[in-house]
């Protein structure tokens, strides 16, 4: 695991928690290969959380793809990647308290959901080609882990929510077959907003050969005939 930076108490357990994601013990697959928990659109009783936490995250900015990460206990991070004239800017943002709190009294209890708060980001440019590239990619492989038809289920587990050039997909993390190389360059990207630049560069060539196993992924499980 990489050593965790100096940040503050949000920005750092944002990152453990993006982190501990991925560095999860797999989940048990079926005997019959990959099978992963993702679906379309927002899973039951999510969207309210879910889209204040996207909102409050992107702030005014309009990313092509995010990436949400919603525990089921602590802060909720996410990553962005937001065109720009020149190089793509990539984000990493904490909120700095948890959104969704229940608020109880004697008589009482709501979900209040704290928009009203700061967000720790951590920026650093990306090359437009290898942001565009991830967008596309992304898209292909999230529409093939979620065939339309599929929907987003709830979980009580910690859930994922993409948003790619416009196509939702939602659930648990993948951890096999093309959703593990997606997981991967998550951790890639989320390293590399907090990076100097000669190390940002390494992120990069780390990025594209990863990207290059997910497309050899999406090629095998194109070719593989359905059971």
């Known amino acids: 695991m990489s050593r965790i930076p100096n940040v503050s108490a949000p920005r750092r357990l944002g990152r453990i928690g993006l982190i501990a994601l991925l560095l999860a013990a797999p989940l048990a697959h079926a005997a019959d290969g990959c099978q992963v928990s993702l679906g379309r659109g927002w899973p039951p009783a999510t969207e309210n ?8 995250l992107a ?4 990313p092509n793809l995010s990436l949400t990460y919603l525990p089921a206990r602590g802060v909720e991070s996410g990553l962005m990647l937001i065109p720009g004239e020149g190089d793509w800017t990539l984000r990493h943002a904490t909120a700095s308290e948890r959104v969704a709190a229940w608020n109880s009294s004697r008589r009482s209890s709501a979900l209040e959901l704290r928009v009203d708060q700061e967000v720790e980001n951590e920026e650093a440019p990306m090359p437009a080609v290898l942001a565009q590239r ?28 993409f948003v790619v050039d416009g196509l939702r997909i939602s659930g648990v993390r993948p951890d096999c077959g093309p959703g593990e190389s997606i997981m991967e360059q998550v951790g890639l990207m989320t390293e590399a907003a907090n990076e100097s630049a000669s190390k940002r560069e390494r992120r990069w060539r780390a990025l594209e ?19």
């Open 49 to 56: 959380h879910g889209s204040a936490v996207e909102q409050l």
């Open 209 to 227: 050969e990863s990207l290059d196993e997910l497309d050899k992924r999406l090629a095998e499980a194109a070719s593989t005939p359905a059971n």
């Open 134 to 161: 991830i967008v596309a990619s992304w898209k292909r492989a999230l529409s093939a882990l979620a065939p339309e038809g599929k929907a987003a289920e709830f979980h009580e587990q910690d859930q994922l929510i």
């Open 59 to 62: 702030a005014k900015a309009a």
